[in-house]
């Protein structure tokens, strides 16, 4: 039985004293009726996480697995998981060390699973799993950030909150796997409407190579020099702001890529789509007061790609062409313009430019909407 005196010699009441103390007690308590150990208490108290190891237990996690056992129930080998864990961008612990839940061996499983279907390979696996992560640390970030704001209650003591926090975490964990699955779903069928096989690959049983899209980068002026003056709750009403314009402006076949906190990298198949989403982006930051101006820059020509993100000279170019553009304007490289001369779009030369990276001067035009 773990008592106030084991508590104290774990270091788990240091500084404590009078209610902060008995309520100290109180949470330890509950947490170690739950099977929490006192190496586990020790370990969440050093990174100030005490308050989430019964909402963590709730969602799959625990110190009850090694990697070792976690290889001999999912039939992985020690040497395969470690490269998982690492492609997920977690640590990599010594064999016998006791640091994974259920939520891991259910994971790893289906790693296997997927290992098992005949013509995948190891690195397919890795690749799903690096893609993973990137996309769902957002994800898991904004869920916990609602989790703790349903929970925390003024005046409420460490105990209540742990309490609140997995009851939050039990309403919301149910929807968690409906709600991803059919956003993947949807997300998979956004893509089979605008992804192009060509004849050719498709005879040759390839995968979809490079190919001519139009790629288009828009960010915030100012916004790095403003984050020096401005709160953190600024800086983050900022970049909110700037994603529900992005959800306005951006529709298919244009596609959302990434969001680079003080702008975006979009691409698109047909170019007309794609510079009338770059032009409603610098027009709804301009008419709105809670946005620093936007700017942007297009280029197009071949590119590939690779696990959610896109690879070529025109990821590049629009990069840098961003970087030149004015505050309120959409710039595009000379290979946008060539391309859309039967569009109805107003054209002005801004003249050849010498861009970071570049080899060659680009010739830049600007480009408007016709005056109605």
Same mark, same amino acid.
């Given at each position: 039985?773990?008592?106030?005196?084991?508590?104290?010699?774990?270091?788990?009441?240091?500084?404590?004293?009078?209610?902060?103390?008995?309520?100290?007690?109180?949470?330890?308590?509950?947490?170690?009726?739950?099977?929490?150990?006192?190496?586990?208490?020790?370990?969440?108290?050093?990174?100030?996480?005490?308050?989430?190891?019964?909402?963590?237990?709730?969602?799959?996690?625990?110190?009850?697995?090694?990697?070792?056992?976690?290889?001999?129930?999912?039939?992985?080998?020690?040497?395969?998981?470690?490269?998982?864990?690492?492609?997920?961008?977690?640590?990599?612990?010594?064999?016998?060390?006791?640091?994974?839940?259920?939520?891991?061996?259910?994971?790893?499983?289906?790693?296997?699973?997927?290992?098992?279907?005949?013509?995948?390979?190891?690195?397919?696996?890795?690749? !799903? %799993?690096?893609? +993973? /992560?990137?996309? #769902?640390? @957002?994800?898991?970030?904004?869920?916990?950030? *609602?989790? &703790? $704001?349903?929970?925390?209650?003024?005046?409420?003591?460490?105990?209540?909150?742990?309490?609140?926090?997995?009851? !939050? %975490?039990?309403? +919301? /964990?149910?929807? #968690?796997? @409906?709600?991803?699955?059919?956003?993947?779903? *949807?997300? &998979? $069928?956004?893509?089979?409407?605008?992804?192009?096989?060509?004849?050719?690959?498709?005879?040759?049983?390839?995968?979809p190579g490079a190919r001519d899209v139009g790629v288009c980068?828009?960010?915030?002026?100012?916004?790095?020099?403003?984050?020096?003056?401005?709160?953190?709750?600024?800086?983050?009403?900022?970049?909110?702001?700037?994603?529900?314009?992005?959800?306005?402006?951006?529709?298919?076949?244009?596609?959302?890529?990434?969001?680079?906190?003080?702008?975006?990298?979009?691409?698109?198949?047909?170019?007309?789509?794609?510079?009338?989403?770059?032009?409603?982006?610098?027009?709804?930051?301009?008419?709105?007061?809670?946005?620093?101006?936007?700017?942007?820059?297009?280029?197009?020509?071949?590119?590939?790609?690779?696990?959610?993100?896109?690879?070529?000279?025109?990821?590049?170019?629009?990069?840098?062409?961003?970087?030149?553009?004015?505050?309120?304007?959409?710039?595009?490289?000379?290979?946008?313009?060539?391309?859309?001369?039967?569009?109805?779009?107003?054209?002005?030369?801004?003249?050849?430019?010498?861009?970071?990276?570049?080899?060659?001067?680009?010739?830049?035009?600007?480009?408007?909407?016709?005056?109605?």
């Amino acid at each position: 039985m773990t008592d106030a005196a084991d508590y104290a010699a774990a270091g788990l009441l240091d500084g404590l004293d009078g209610k902060a103390r008995a309520e100290r007690l109180a949470l330890l308590d509950n947490l170690t009726a739950a099977g929490v150990t006192l190496a586990e208490l020790r370990d969440a108290a050093a990174e100030d996480q005490l308050i989430f190891i019964g909402a963590e237990r709730l969602v799959g996690g625990g110190n009850v697995y090694t990697m070792r056992t976690l290889a001999e129930e999912s039939g992985l080998d020690v040497s395969f998981l470690a490269e998982i864990l690492r492609a997920s961008g977690q640590a990599v612990p010594d064999a016998d060390e006791l640091v994974f839940g259920p939520g891991d061996l259910a994971l790893v499983k289906v790693a296997r699973t997927y290992r098992d279907i005949p013509g995948l390979t190891d690195e397919d696996v890795l690749d !799903v %799993a690096r893609t +993973l /992560t990137r996309g #769902l640390r @957002p994800v898991a970030e904004q869920m916990r950030t *609602l989790a &703790l $704001r349903l929970a925390i209650t003024p005046g409420a003591s460490e105990a209540e909150l742990a309490e609140r926090y997995i009851g !939050v %975490a039990g309403a +919301l /964990t149910p929807m #968690l796997e @409906p709600l991803l699955g059919e956003s993947m779903r *949807l997300r &998979l $069928r956004d893509m089979a409407r605008t992804e192009a096989v060509t004849a050719a690959e498709l005879s040759a049983g390839a995968l979809p190579g490079a190919r001519d899209v139009g790629v288009c980068f828009a960010d915030l002026v100012g916004f790095t020099s403003a984050g020096e003056t401005l709160g953190p709750d600024q800086v983050s009403e900022i970049a909110r702001r700037l994603e529900e314009v992005l959800d306005r402006a951006v529709k298919p076949p244009v596609q959302m890529v990434k969001t680079l906190g003080d702008g975006a990298m979009l691409v698109s198949p047909e170019l007309p789509e794609l510079v009338d989403a770059a032009l409603a982006l610098v027009e709804a930051a301009a008419h709105d007061d809670s946005l620093p101006d936007l700017r942007a820059g297009i280029a197009y020509g071949p590119a590939l790609s690779r696990a959610a993100d896109w690879y070529g000279r025109p990821v590049n170019l629009a990069s840098r062409v961003s970087d030149v553009a004015r505050p309120r304007t959409v710039l595009a490289a000379d290979t946008v313009r060539e391309a859309m001369r039967e569009h109805a779009f107003a054209w002005s030369f801004a003249g050849p430019r010498t861009l970071k990276g570049i080899r060659e001067p680009v010739r830049l035009y600007r480009v408007r909407r016709i005056a109605a």
